[in-house]
Nanobody
Framework: QVQLVESGGGLVQAGGSLRLSCAAS????????MGWFRQAPGKEREFVSAISWSGGNTYYADSVKGRFTISRDNAKNTVYLQMNSLKPEDTAVYYC???????????????????WGQGTQVTVSS
């Protein structure tokens, strides 16, 4: 059974840091691009960051560029999102997802990702 399980969310003050993890199982995720998205209450799900199968290509939304870093450890079938200098507007449920159709090129469109985790809540207080 394919599973993506996010962890590492929580409550943090503005300016703080969190590291999210996405542990994959049930299939060899190391061959595919993966992404992080987030959804705040009353808003659409939005792209945060994505990474190619090897980790050689990464892409970030303008709103997180310079503050967030995506990485992956294919030996552990895990993708990470290091979030620094957090702002209240980063508050959302964060989801990881896998794109079975891409390896090197990454997509920013949620609809092009095939499988999603259940999400982890990140709350940044001012």
């Amino acid at each position: 059974q394919v599973q993506l399980v996010e962890s590492g969310g929580g409550l943090v003050q503005a300016g703080g840091s969190l590291r999210l993890s996405c542990a994959a199982s049930g299939r060899t995720f190391s061959n595919y691009a993966m992404g992080w998205f987030r959804q705040a209450p009353g808003k659409e799900r939005e792209f945060v960051s994505a990474i190619s199968w090897s980790g050689g290509n990464t892409y970030y939304a303008d709103s997180v560029k310079g503050r967030f870093t995506i990485s992956r450890d294919n030996a552990k079938n895990t993708v990470y999102l290091q979030m620094n200098s957090l702002k209240p507007e980063d508050t959302a449920v964060y989801y990881c997802a896998v794109d079975w159709n891409r390896r090197t090129i990454v997509s920013v469109r949620p609809g092009e990702y095939d499988y999603w985790g259940q999400g982890t809540q990140v709350t940044v207080s001012s």
